[in-house]
Structures are given as structure tokens and as C-alpha cells.
């Protein structure tokens, strides 16, 4: 049907407010701590899912990043049941984490776009 959405859509979305609400007041690692999830991606077995993350705080900093993604790694037992469990899964997705980085692009294209806009201003005066 045309005007169907996927389940694994349906699923990857679930699977992000469940995630970004498990991380806020499940998980107690302090690694863990200032992270967002972005998206979820997922095949249409939902056998697996790649979870994409942003720092809030010191996003910028490699080690933050490497630090947050071992945290997360090491709660992803935990993750995994508890969303599953509150979606209603019958398999509970493998999770796999990684930062956006695309995230990081479409910001530094946000900046070009505006500095060529100020420029196009000062000329017009």
C-alpha cells in the first residue's frame, strides 16, 4: 500500500523516546550523562538496531565521545530488555551505538549559510 509506513519505522521511533526516556532514569553511569539520542536505524527483521547518539555537553571533545559510547556499550544488556519490554517485542533488538556525525555537517552548513546571508546584507547597504 502507498500510504503505509514501515513497521521498522514505527519501531525506530518508539525505540528512540524509549531509549532517550531509559537513559534519563534507568541507566546511572555518569558516562552516559548529557546523551540524546538522534535516531534509530533498523532493518525490517528489527532484529537489530543502530542507535545514533549527540553529546549535549563537550560533544566536541573525542574522549567525551569514546567515553559516552563505552557506557553505552556496557549498558546496552540493560537497554535492550527494558525497551523491548516497555514496546511490547516479542525479539528484543541487538543495539549497536554510535555518534552522528552528520549532525556536526548540517550544523557547519547552518553557519555557511548564515555568514553568506550577513555578507549579501553588508553589500546591499
Not at 19 to 47: G, N, Q
Not at 56 to 69: F, T, W
Not at 99 to 111: A, F, K, N, P
Amino acid at each position: 500500500m502507498p500510504g503505509e509506513v514501515k513497521r521498522a519505522s514505527r519501531v525506530s521511533a518508539m525505540l528512540v523516546k524509549e531509549l532517550a526516556y531509559l537513559l534519563t532514569r534507568t541507566v546511572k553511569d555518569p558516562r552516559v550523562a548529557f546523551v540524546t539520542v538522534t535516531r534509530v536505524l533498523m532493518p525490517d527483521d528489527l532484529r537489530s538496531a543502530r542507535v545514533m547518539i549527540r553529546l549535549i555537553k563537550d560533544g566536541d571533545v573525542e574522549a567525551r565521545r569514546k567515553d559516552a559510547l563505552t557506557g553505552l556499550a556496557s549498558a546496552a544488556g540493560l537497554l535492550r530488555k527494558e525497551a523491548s519490554r516497555r514496546i511490547g517485542l516479542r525479539y528484543a533488538p541487538e543495539l549497536s551505538f554510535a555518534y552522528d556525525e552528520g549532525q556536526d555537517d548540517v550544523t557547519r552548513i547552518e553557519v555557511l549559510l548564515e555568514e553568506v546571508k550577513a555578507e549579501e546584507r553588508s553589500r546591499s547597504r
